[in-house]
């Protein structure tokens, strides 16, 4: 099962609301993010929630992924806690704190899943993937150094590859007024996912449906 959350981005108000942290954006509109009490750890800011708490906590939030009686399904193979991770070594080096954190905890890759941007999909889109290429993103490459594999869960949202402006600065640049409506509603519906895949003993059950979706659809 998913024990660690990575959402990456780069620390900073010049970079908050750029689409390089559209992880982070995320992240906030997380109905449970405001229990989270965030440390400085492993070179990033880390939180922790024991899976009964995050349990108890989605159940209030997330009223349709409970059961008639009104509880969530408990894996028997559900891990102790949950870790929410935000690397503060900016983008390129975020397997930095990845990896630290899961060699501290004892953390197999297959647990972890990163939150990140991906030019790759268009706007509008969010996509969980499991392994795979890197797609040029550096945060992933490090990732996979860091933990010697690309074999760990990716939840992208999709900013879209323009064709007239370099991807550098593109990718530093602000979501603009227009896209972020469009941003809250992939959030919104990101938001379901990832708490299915935390609560799943199995997220590759999670693929057919939510390996690519389009809100607009």
């Known amino acids: 099962m998913i024990s660690v959350v990575a959402f990456l981005g780069n620390y900073g108000n010049e970079y908050k609301n750029t ?18 009490n965030f440390l400085s750890k492993f070179d990033g800011e880390l939180a922790s929630l024991d899976y009964s708490e995050f349990v108890n906590l989605v159940s209030n939030s997330y009223p349709e992924l409970c059961k008639d009686d009104g509880q969530i399904a408990v894996p028997k193979n559900a891990p102790a806690k949950i870790y929410f991770l935000k690397p503060q070594t900016y983008m390129n080096l975020s397997g930095q704190s990845i990896g630290q954190l899961c060699k501290f905890y004892k953390i197999k890759p297959e647990e972890v899943l990163v939150v990140h941007d991906e030019l790759e999909l268009k706007n509008g889109f969010f996509s969980l993937k499991w392994s795979g290429g890197l797609a040029g993103h550096n945060g992933l490459r490090s990732t996979k150094d860091a933990l010697g594999t690309a074999d760990f869960w990716r939840l992208r949202f999709g900013i879209g590859k323009p064709a007239d402006i370099n991807i550098a600065d593109y990718v530093l640049s602000n979501f603009t007024k227009d896209e972020m409506p469009l941003m809250e509603t992939v959030f919104k519906k990101a938001g379901v996912l990832l708490v299915k895949a935390l609560l799943s003993s199995d997220p590759s059950r999670l693929l057919t449906q939510w390996g690519k979706v389009n809100v607009n659809a």
């Not at 689409?19 to 229990?35: C, D, I, K, M, V």
Request: glycine share 6%; charged share 10%; hydrophobic share 50%.
């Open 19 to 36: 689409r390089h942290n559209a992880a982070w954006l995320f992240a906030g509109t997380l109905p449970f993010y405001s229990r989270l």
